[in-house]
């Protein structure tokens, strides 16, 4: 069993350590957070003792691994202070303010992995699976969307309100905002998937609704090595959020096929067309489960064998810098080439 200590013990690291206990090889064994009701609150519930401090934490001769779930803005520097200490690092998206903080992470972590919770999600390893073997011929896009109606609660307390501040409003404390916040996760996983290279990234942004500076619509197009084209929509404040399209989110586009994706949070099926079939298939996925546990499954299979983690702090960094790119280009009203920006 992988031993965890959680670093934050708010909305997020309920899900997170939901998934701990449901995962066949891990275990939690310390929580700190700054609010002492939420670590005791969290260990009540999901194990492990509560401690006073990070430092007591990292002591902890029983923690193996540090997950990190705090404010963007204090990622950095736990995840350094948990590398000085030895402990392997599995740290939430994003790695940081900026590029230079996810860099910081990896140049100091010598085992590192961050949770992007989509590429474990069932359908999304199928996807993966169909554009290895051809299925859709060569890739020539994808589109990522991103429909949320966040209630003016949301920027002050997350969708629970388990932890209320002011972080996600500005950017020196979140670094951004739908884009950086939600569409990160889609776009780290449609690379890996598809295996792609964005080159270029032209961008547009605008807080609508939001009582924060960050963005709550975030529009991005991508071009890509080899000349495939993707494209972003995110938004934070639309009405009705995704509607009756909820089903089907984002899609591959292939020279003989295309990929109809489900939303990750779920364990539903994708959609196939391929030329060679001439028709639409839904496709179940073999490998059924949480997402957010195979993740933590996956991380801590690396980890116990001494195996790079399966979405290392590199694609941390790539996903960072892309993203902190469209903004360049939205606020230059520019297109960025990202092969020296985010190379």
């Known amino acids: 069993m992988l031993r965890f200590g959680f670093v934050g013990a708010g909305e997020i690291a309920v899900a997170s350590a939901e998934a701990v206990r449901d995962a066949s090889n891990a275990s939690l064994v310390a929580v700190f957070d700054v609010r002492a009701d939420l670590s005791d609150d969290l260990a009540a519930r999901f194990g492990g003792r509560a401690v006073a401090s990070v430092d007591e934490l990292l002591a902890d001769p029983e923690v193996d691994a540090v997950y990190i779930c705090v404010p963007h803005f204090l990622h950095r520097d736990t995840a350094i202070r948990a590398a000085v200490a030895g402990r392997q690092v599995f740290i939430e998206k994003p790695m940081g303010v900026a590029p230079a903080d996810a860099e910081a992470?990896?140049?100091?972590?010598?085992?590192?992995?961050?949770?992007?919770?989509?590429?474990?999600?069932?359908?999304?390893?199928?996807?993966?699976?169909?554009?290895?073997?051809?299925?859709?011929?060569?890739?020539?896009?994808?589109?990522?969307?991103?429909?949320?109606?966040?209630?003016?609660?949301?920027?002050?307390g997350g969708w629970s309100g388990?932890?209320?501040?002011?972080?996600?409003?500005?950017?020196?404390?979140?670094?951004?905002?739908?884009?950086?916040?939600n569409a990160i996760h889609d776009l780290d996983a449609i690379l890996?998937?598809?295996?792609?290279?964005?080159?270029?990234?032209?961008?547009?942004?605008?807080?609508?609704?939001?009582?924060?500076?960050?963005?709550?619509?975030?529009?991005?197009?991508?071009?890509?090595?080899?000349?495939?084209?993707?494209?972003?929509?995110?938004?934070?404040?639309?009405p009705g959020s995704e509607g009756p399209?909820?089903?089907?989110?984002n899609r591959i586009y292939g020279t003989q096929g295309q990929i109809l994706l489900p939303t990750p949070w779920g364990e539903d099926g994708l959609a196939l067309f391929t030329r060679r079939s001439g028709t639409w298939a839904e496709v179940a996925p073999e490998r059924r489960g949480n997402a957010r546990t195979l993740a933590f499954e996956?991380?801590?299979?690396?980890?116990?064998?001494?195996?790079?983690?399966?979405?290392?702090?590199?694609?941390?960094?790539?996903?960072?810098?892309?993203?902190?790119?469209?903004?360049?280009?939205?606020?230059?009203?520019?297109?960025?080439?990202?092969r020296v920006t985010a190379g």
């Open 245 to 249: 399209s909820a089903r089907w989110i």
């Open 162 to 181: 388990r932890a209320t501040g002011d972080w996600r409003m500005t950017w020196s404390k979140a670094g951004g905002g739908v884009l950086l916040m």
């Open 298 to 338: 996956a991380f801590a299979e690396a980890a116990l064998a001494g195996a790079e983690p399966p979405v290392p702090g590199a694609d941390g960094v790539r996903a960072s810098r892309l993203v902190h790119a469209v903004y360049e280009a939205a606020r230059r009203g520019t297109v960025v080439d990202v």
């Open 192 to 238: 890996w998937i598809t295996g792609l290279d964005v080159e270029h990234v032209q961008g547009a942004i605008a807080t609508t609704s939001g009582p924060g500076e960050v963005e709550d619509v975030g529009l991005a197009i991508l071009s890509c090595a080899g000349g495939a084209l993707g494209s972003i929509e995110a938004l934070a404040a639309v």
């Open 105 to 156: 992470i990896v140049d100091a972590c010598r085992a590192h992995g961050v949770a992007f919770i989509v590429r474990d999600a069932p359908a999304y390893h199928a996807a993966r699976d169909i554009v290895v073997s051809d299925a859709i011929g060569d890739v020539t896009g994808f589109r990522i969307t991103y429909r949320g109606e966040k209630p003016a609660s949301y920027w002050t």
